[in-house]
């Protein structure tokens, strides 16, 4: 049992809260250790506003370090413990040193990636002049930690963005009779049939097989092993579950919450980046079958945890900032739907345990071992540390001004 006086050594509480953030399926205590420091430290800041470790405590709270990518984290908050002056002045010293080694770094690699985006034609139609190739970026630029994975991060940025091109040309350019066509011919990964559908979407077409291909060649030549067919099988089936949501929308069909979010968790297309990532990293050169048997599975597990907390993370933030239209839907409108007596504020909850309890997931995945390398499984997370930060692009100065 705790004592009164715990409730103030905050050190100690923000530590167990922390420690509680890597808790797996089944580990009831921990969570109940976690919801109890969580409740002693909230009990504290109502307390203790001015307090000089008020800042500190807050930002513990909102932000767990083990579901926060450090690089875009608030550097007062590294420094917070440093109490010699000679240590705070190094520290500084070498922050600013990384950071413009860092800087640099990033700002070369976007200069390549905006050179391919121009150069890939898709920036020359209207639909697509406005996109934002640097935001795609940050991806691979957050996920791929390494200095040395300068070529890695940039051939990842190109499939991202076909996965953010093609999910408008669905969400908003194409009709029905047009995204069938389309869907028709990646099924069948040919540009033959596709005759009378716009420019826009035969570029886009020519785009994906083209970027495949290239990214499957290069991959052959460096490790001895061809992805294409299992990259083609994750292509497919994402266009597939697009297209199930296009059917929705133009139906304006309501799907139940289970089949919504067995199709969304698709339709995120985390599969689709993580299956290029794997196939980047150096550990392609001992690969085996076993492991790209796994990948082609309907869904490995660290990858769908990845993808549910994507998939859910952004039906609540639609949902909070009330950027849901309600035509496409979202999980929490099916689950709504199906449960006529709960509020908006219940479902928001219920999505938010789910969200926790997927993080369990992961943990599972990360912590215990599996099929996957240690640099696979860091991207994985790092990928799902990512999420929350994109809802906050154009605020986070961090992401924005690279």
């Known amino acids: 049992m705790f004592e009164e006086k715990h409730g103030e050594d905050v050190k100690g509480l923000i530590a167990l809260y922390e420690a509680s953030q890597l808790s797996i399926e089944g580990e009831d205590h921990l969570n109940d250790v976690g919801y109890l420091c969580w409740e002693l430290l909230h009990a504290w800041l109502s307390r203790n506003q001015e307090h000089n470790e008020a800042l500190y405590v807050a930002n513990a709270l909102q932000n767990p370090l083990h579901y926060g990518l450090s690089r ?15 240590d705070l002045i190094c520290l500084k010293e070498l922050a600013n040193i990384n950071s413009s080694i860092v800087r640099f770094m990033n700002q070369n690699e976007t200069t390549e990636v905006s050179k391919w985006w121009k150069e890939l034609g898709l920036a020359k139609e209207v639909k697509f002049s406005e996109y934002q190739p640097l935001k795609w970026y940050t991806w691979p630029m957050a996920c791929f930690t390494d200095p040395n994975f300068s070529e890695q991060r940039i051939e990842l940025t190109k499939p991202i963005s076909l996965i953010y091109v093609i999910d408008d040309i669905f969400d908003v350019h194409g009709t029905l009779d047009q995204l069938t066509i389309f869907t028709d011919a990646i099924n069948r990964w040919e540009i033959t049939g596709t005759e009378q559908l716009p420019n826009f979407m035969k570029i886009s077409l020519n785009a994906l097989y083209d970027i495949t291909n290239n990214f499957a060649e290069k991959v052959y030549k460096k490790h001895g092993f061809n992805p294409i067919d299992t990259l083609k099988k994750w292509w497919i089936r994402l266009l597939n579950a697009f297209m199930e949501e296009a059917r929705w929308l133009n139906s304006s069909h309501l799907p139940r919450a289970e089949d919504y979010l067995n199709n969304g968790i698709v339709s995120t297309g985390v599969h689709v980046v993580l ?6 990293l150096d550990h392609v050169n001992g690969i085996t079958k076993e492991t790209v048997d796994i990948l082609d599975e309907n869904f490995p597990n660290v990858i769908y945890s990845v993808a549910k907390i994507l998939r859910l993370s952004d039906d609540l933030e639609g949902a909070k900032s009330g950027d849901q239209n309600g035509l496409d839907g979202s999980y929490l409108d099916c689950f709504m739907s199906e449960h006529q007596d709960i509020s908006g504020e219940d479902v928001q909850r219920h999505v938010a345990r789910m969200i926790s309890n997927e993080w369990k997931c992961l943990n599972q995945e990360i ?14 997370i790092n990928a799902a540390r990512m999420v929350p930060l994109m809802y906050h692009y154009k605020s986070n100065p961090s992401l924005s001004n690279l």
């Open 367 to 380: 912590l215990v071992a599996n099929k996957f390398s240690s640099s696979f499984s860091n991207f994985c």
């Open 275 to 280: 299956v290029h990532a794997f196939f980047l």
């Open 72 to 86: 875009f984290m608030d550097r007062n908050i590294f420094i917070h413990n440093l109490k010699a002056e000679k």
